[in-house]
């Protein structure tokens, strides 16, 4: 790297979003690939949300025919599939991209070319998944969860479960690439005098999180394998009559699914923790606290996964043993809680939309959270088991918490992203109307299940009195899709002609807020160092907490408008696009041939044996700083 013979690929930060389709296809570029992420999370959003939408339509009325039962069992097992694996993994993962390395004042993620091949697997496993719209029988039809033996070859021959059961193992690789990539960026490339109890909680929760996908992850791999032999070999894993047993893929895929869970809601939790602070002008109070509660959290979660299986007949001491830990997780949970009312209270607070998100997103897990407690309960559990009361729970806890805090995330990170402000306008109708349906959509449900209505259901008797919350809710629904469009409406308005936003609009904290908006390709100019938890602070008004006075004192200062050294960066690559379309092929060519499953091997092979061989930086690529 510092061979002055070597050039690297560089150029303004004016110039960072510019070039063409070749130039997003090759790039290696952390914050290009967390937009890319983004987009496609966004994208798949509108997807999802329309699938839920049809499925409301379908239940307005009693014997409803907007669509079929086949028709809404594939919907519901899309639209599932997709708002977890598509949208909030991904949408956490573009944050990860485009934020971890600025807030830890890296230059890029440890391994590049990794993190680009985990974007292409993601987006190329996705586009399978859905591919199975317009193939054979149509989509996976089994439920998001898959649970045998809906899965099974003799209940279920046709491709859509294929499709699910490949897709989500070529997703899984893409996951499990990008876990490796970042628990190694945060534990070796953060910047001088960045401690572990230093770092901003985004960060601390992020790496918790990749923690729980290595560990996870390899658990509902197993399970997806087991199915793979089952559909495609005759082998009986999951089949009663040879002497496998549905119940191993239920605690396999929540060995995964519940530690899962805490997958999709620790970012929105680190989300808040860095969003209150800024904006309530005052540090996060309780801050050793919220880190170490974030891990018990990771800890606790892969002890809880039998609590979903309560009714399967597990036995008292099992449930016992459960229930117990599902209790316990509660502590750590409500300690957040606590600490996040701790940091508004006495704050001189400011309420722009982020601050409005991450606020909604407390309030919404505090009712979700609740609801989960009541299922820790055997009794109370097996009575709610399999009802709409359930499925008010599963929104409240992944809408109300996930979606809320990656809303807060994006509202607060879109100025240092795009360089523009998102309208305050807009942002506090888009939060508002998201806030209001979605309490009108998923509040009913309750109340619902407490009724008896069942949680997969494709049509109800007109006696059955459950006609007018499902109107409202159905209300509600439309409510929120009005919301997100005017979400889409107050982005393009900003990238269109937006306020510029400078380097630190909200007067933040956190190393991000030094450098330009949207930051130069090489992030820093000179490599800061830390000695704070809140190191930009601490250079505008000094070792008090009275921010209302700059005292410039210590600290990590802006950066400087351009670096006094050359900077070697890694050269694009278009070898992790090539692998992922191999590895992707090699899956799909499952269900044509073994001529199309070579095929994909060979081009996966080559891609690698490329990617490998190709050298870091490329000849011919302008050079950052001076020549040396």
């Known amino acids: 790297m510092s061979d002055p013979a070597i050039q690297s690929r560089a150029g303004s930060h004016a110039a960072l979003y510019e070039g063409g389709v070749r130039s997003w296809l090759t790039t290696v570029d952390h914050k290009r690939i967390g937009i890319l992420y983004g987009i496609t999370a966004l994208v798949y959003f509108v997807v999802g949300g329309v699938e839920a939408l049809i499925l409301r339509l379908q239940l307005v009325a009693p014997e409803g025919a907007v669509v079929g039962a086949d028709t809404y069992n594939q919907l519901f097992t899309m639209h599932g599939t997709t708002m977890v694996f598509l949208v909030l993994m991904p949408l956490a993962a573009a944050m990860f991209n485009y934020i971890l390395p600025l807030q830890i004042g890296a230059r890029d993620v440890a391994f590049p070319r990794l993190n680009a091949f985990s974007y292409w697997t993601f987006l190329f496993g996705s586009l399978l998944l859905n591919l199975s719209f317009f193939v054979g029988e149509g989509p996976p039809d089994a439920g998001w969860f898959g649970y045998a033996n809906l899965t099974s070859e003799q209940y279920n021959p046709g491709m859509g479960i294929d499709f699910w059961l490949l897709s989500l193992q070529v997703m899984g690789i893409a996951s499990i690439a990008s876990a490796v990539n970042f628990t190694t960026t945060i534990l070796n490339m953060r910047a001088p005098g960045l401690s572990l109890m230093r770092m901003p909680l985004f960060t601390w929760m992020s790496l918790v999180v990749q923690i729980l996908i290595l560990l996870a992850f390899p658990a509902l791999t197993v399970g997806f394998i087991f199915l793979m032999f089952d559909r495609f070999f005759g082998t009986h894993f999951y089949i009663p009559a040879a002497g496998g047993t549905p119940i191993l893929w239920q605690h396999l895929f929540w060995i995964f699914g519940h530690p899962e869970v805490y997958i999709l809601i620790l970012p929105s939790f680190g989300i808040v923790s860095d969003v209150l602070p800024a904006f309530a002008r005052k540090p996060l109070f309780g801050r050793p606290f919220v880190i170490f509660s974030g891990i018990l959290i990771g800890f606790l979660g892969f002890g809880v996964w039998s609590h979903h299986m309560f009714t399967t007949g597990l036995g008292p001491v099992a449930d016992t043993a459960f229930s117990l830990a599902t209790f316990l997780i509660a502590i750590p949970t409500g300690v957040k809680i606590f600490n996040w009312i701790g940091t508004l209270w006495g704050g001189h607070i400011l309420f722009h939309t982020p601050l409005l998100f991450a606020v909604g997103m407390v309030a919404l897990f505090i009712v979700g959270g609740l609801s989960g407690i009541m299922h820790a309960s055997p009794p109370v559990d ?131 807020w030094t450098m330009s908006s949207p930051p130069p390709e090489y992030n820093f100019a000179v490599i800061p160092r830390v000695n704070s938890a809140r190191p930009f602070w601490l250079h505008k008004y000094g070792p008090t907490r009275d921010t209302s006075t700059r005292v410039k004192e210590e600290g990590t200062p802006p950066q400087p408008a351009a670096p006094e050294r050359r900077i070697d960066l890694p050269s694009p690559s278009h070898w992790p696009f090539v692998a992922a379309l191999g590895l992707t092929i090699v899956a799909g060519g499952a269900l044509v041939g073994l001529w199309a499953v070579l095929f994909g091997v060979a081009i996966l092979l080559f891609g690698v044996y490329a990617w490998v061989f190709q050298p870091l930086e490329r000849p011919g690529h302008p050079v950052f700083g001076s020549s040396e």
Do not use: C
């Open 382 to 512: 097996i009575q709610q088991h399999d009802s709409y009361f359930v499925v008010a729970h599963l929104h409240y806890v992944f809408f109300g918490g996930t979606v809320f805090g990656l809303f807060a995330g994006v509202y607060y990170w879109w100025p240092k992203v795009t360089g523009r402000m998102l309208g305050e306008g807009l942002g506090k109708l888009h939060f508002w109307l998201m806030f209001v349906g979605m309490n009108v959509t998923f509040f009913p449900m309750h109340f619902l299940g407490l009724d008896g209505m069942p949680r997969r259901i494709y049509t109800y008797p007109a006696d059955a009195g459950w006609e007018t919350w499902n109107v409202v809710a159905t209300v509600g629904a439309f409510v929120i899709a009005v919301s997100v469009l005017v979400f889409f409406i107050a982005a393009a308005r900003s990238l269109r002609a937006g306020q510029p936003a400078g380097a630190d609009p909200w007067d933040a904290p956190t190393l991000e």
